[in-house]
């Protein structure tokens, strides 16, 4: 551990060096933020802020739909500017958390100078061309590498930013039960007792709109079963990550080992893989289900994707959910199985 933090320190100090005096700074996360990458930014403007007294902005684009999502961005007062009023010329460094260049999960464009990533998902080609690459992807969450950094550089962490930290891990691996890495843990246990209990409350049990339990029932009433997959096509959407979220509600369902769901928002399909099998490798099953239709990444056993162009006409999302399940039975060896629903 020793070890690890002298060269987290080594590298920080060399990129803090790098970054002084350089001019404005811009965080850029991927689309549709999630706690992770709210987390991880605050996080590095805060580094910034405390080491070379200069601030960045925050840049997202999509939307933040989850109630727990906007539930954190307004209680933990986190500053958010769209990507698309942004001009990126008047910023001399660009940093990129919990995404990587040329993705397909990010707003940003794909010919544009990327200078600092720092991501948990696997090493992209593109990635290796920027100037400061820290890609772990044997940690379970992005913030515990943005938490050592601020270790490593002995910075102050507040009692809101503690929260962030400890809720982006606390959600991202499910209470450390879902890919969580030594570091994971060890950055859960130290954080929490910093957390402000009032606020982590409030984050994780806010008050639902009616159209979330709208959500649930339609999403109950499309869900098939193949054996221990479960595969649902949940229609239209009121946001993207609520595609993520039934997903892993769905994989509670007892004898449901792996789930595919999938929901039609703004003219994209958007996917969602989630396992609790160990010999899957989740984020690789969905990059060749969406192989010539889209773009996707993830993890062993939680993955996220898209595929393009989709109208939201019953026949066009009939054909998309036809080829994706299709694709995916045969990945996960449930072809040729007839489907029942799970709400008979």
């Not at 070890?3 to 080594?10: C, I, T």
């Not at 970054?19 to 590095?44: E, T, Y």
């Not at 999509?62 to 010329?89: C, F, Q, W, Y």
């Amino acid at each position: 551990m020793e070890e690890r933090f002298l060269s987290v320190k080594r590298y920080t100090d060399e990129m803090l060096a790098w970054v002084r005096g350089k001019g404005r700074i811009v965080i850029v996360v991927h689309d549709n933020p999630d706690p992770d990458c709210l987390a991880s930014a605050i996080a590095l403007r805060h580094l910034f802020v405390m080491k070379l007294n200069q601030d960045a902005v925050i840049t997202f684009s999509g939307m933040i739909g989850r109630s727990e999502n906007l539930a954190m961005a307004k209680e933990l007062e986190i500053p958010m500017t769209p990507l698309g009023i942004v001009d990126l010329a008047d910023y001399q460094v660009v940093c990129m958390l919990d995404t990587q260049p040329m993705t397909g999960n990010n707003a940003y464009p794909a010919d544009a100078r990327v200078d600092i990533v720092v991501d948990h998902h696997p090493l992209r080609e593109s990635t290796k061309q920027c100037r400061w690459v820290d890609v772990r992807d044997e940690y379970g969450v992005t913030a515990t590498i943005l938490y050592e950094y601020l270790l490593a550089q002995d910075v102050y962490i507040g009692t809101k930013l503690a929260t962030a930290l400890f809720y982006a891990i606390k959600s991202e691996t499910q209470d450390l039960g879902r890919e969580a890495n030594r570091p994971d843990r060890d950055a859960y246990l130290r954080l929490f007792p910093l957390t402000n209990k009032k606020l982590l409350y409030q984050i994780t049990h806010p008050r639902q709109p009616i159209e979330y339990y709208k959500t649930i029932k339609q999403t109950l009433k499309f869900a098939k079963i193949y054996g221990h997959v479960l595969v649902v096509n949940m229609r239209e959407v009121s946001f993207p990550e609520v595609v993520a979220e039934m997903a892993d509600f769905l994989l509670r369902l007892e004898e449901i080992e792996t789930v595919l769901s999938m929901g039609e928002y703004n003219n994209e399909m958007i996917l969602s893989i989630r396992t609790i099998r160990h010999d899957l490798n989740a984020g690789e099953i969905i990059k060749r289900i969406v192989e010539g239709r889209g773009a996707a990444g993830g993890h062993g056993m939680m993955a996220g994707g898209k595929v393009d162009d989709v109208s939201n006409e019953p026949d066009a999302m009939l054909e998309v959910e036809q080829f994706l399940t299709q694709r995916f039975l045969a990945e996960v060896s449930c072809e040729g199985l007839e489907p029942r629903l799970l709400i008979e």
